[in-house]
């Protein structure tokens, strides 16, 4: 079901833009393509959208940019489809953008929620009320069936911090954008980046503090003999950069399909220009809104439950090593019992 609807959501983002490159008046009506990629899009505006008319802005944060960033003008003195500069070209862009907001919205929200439900009293072993048993009850889960589990009993309570944060934080944003005029900030690609990248960071951490720098980079070289360095370095090397990128894909793809998917039920309706449509897009736009509603959840599950996969093989590395090593020091201290029993009969 999820994999039907990244298909049908990618064909229609690529159909979107392709009618959107046509070109459309200065004051035509936005369609349903156009209202969808600008609801979904990441702007310095933020306005309350009205389904199919314009919105109504409540203002603009000023963009901050340093370096050379002269934007991209067309030949008729527009700003063109491509914008502003990238990074490559010398802009370093750090405005405070919709999705910027969300995040930090997600933030206080997540930190607010902790500080009220949370039982900080030392004396009272049990929480009381709803809020602290059901914050308990999502800790230990990822603490016992997340952590401990993937990365070990000694090891898996020394991440269980950064699970935890990536868990509910990755939750209230996707929570965060099925409230309405709000956006979903895990539908950035930077942002699940940027998220899987602090899992990248963990992880290798993770690897180095297990097997030791030495350990780590001979682990690269998958145990071959040296002359086959050169094929097996680069295939490790690639097998560390798809985790992430993994991590990325999976998060922005799900999120955004589902809410390109919902408003296109919706817009149904405006396509066919007939109300008797709402008798059957509305009811399947709302069990595409629940089962929204539980990939939040799912999503938030899958990428913590990988990052504690990703984090365990690391850790794992570090005894594979001590393993070999007391394997070793078993072999010679044989080698040597023999040899003196051998003396002893001589």
């Not at 209202?35 to 944060?61: C, K, M, R, W």
């Not at 039920?265 to 089962?291: D, N, Q, R």
Request: aromatic residues 10%.
């Amino acid at each position: 079901m999820r994999k039907a609807m990244v298909l049908f959501a990618s064909l229609f983002v690529a159909t979107a833009w392709a009618s959107e490159s046509g070109g459309h008046g200065e004051g035509s009506e936005p369609s349903v393509p156009d209202y969808i990629l600008h609801h979904v899009a990441d702007t310095n505006d933020f306005e309350l959208e009205v389904p199919l008319s314009q919105p109504i802005h409540l203002g603009a944060i000023p963009p901050l940019r340093i370096g050379s960033c002269e934007p991209v003008m067309t030949d008729h003195g527009l700003v063109a489809p491509t914008g502003w500069p990238g990074l490559m070209a010398g802009c370093l862009d750090l405005s405070i953008t919709k999705h910027t907001v969300m995040m930090w919205l997600a933030a206080l929200l997540l930190l607010g929620t902790i500080f009220i439900w949370s039982s900080r009293d030392k004396t009272k072993l049990v929480p009381r009320g709803t809020g602290a048993n059901l914050i308990e009850m999502l800790v230990l889960f990822v603490r016992d069936e997340m952590a401990i589990k993937n990365i070990g009993k000694e090891d898996g309570p020394r991440y269980v911090p950064y699970l935890l944060t990536a868990f509910f934080f990755i939750l209230f944003m996707n929570l965060l954008g099925l409230v309405p005029w709000m956006a979903t900030a895990t539908g950035n690609l930077a942002v699940t980046c940027g998220l899987a990248l602090c899992t990248f960071f963990v992880t290798q951490a993770a690897g180095i503090r297990s097997a030791g720098l030495g350990g780590y980079l001979k682990h690269l070289t998958g145990g071959v003999h040296w002359s086959l360095w050169i094929i097996m370095i680069p295939v490790e090397i690639l097998g560390l950069i798809s985790k992430p990128f993994a991590l990325t894909m999976r998060l922005f793809a799900n999120m955004l399909a589902g809410h390109i998917v919902l408003f296109f039920l919706i817009g149904l309706i405006f396509i066919l220009g007939h109300p008797a449509v709402a008798v059957v897009s509305v009811p399947f736009a709302f069990a595409i809104y629940l089962l929204e509603l539980f990939v939040a959840f799912v999503q938030a599950y899958v990428f913590t439950l990988l990052s504690a996969l990703f984090i365990g093989m690391a850790v794992a590395t570090g005894h594979h090593h001590d393993d070999h090593g007391h394997a070793d020091d078993h072999g010679h201290s044989e080698l040597g019992g023999s040899h003196d029993h051998g003396k002893a009969h001589a």
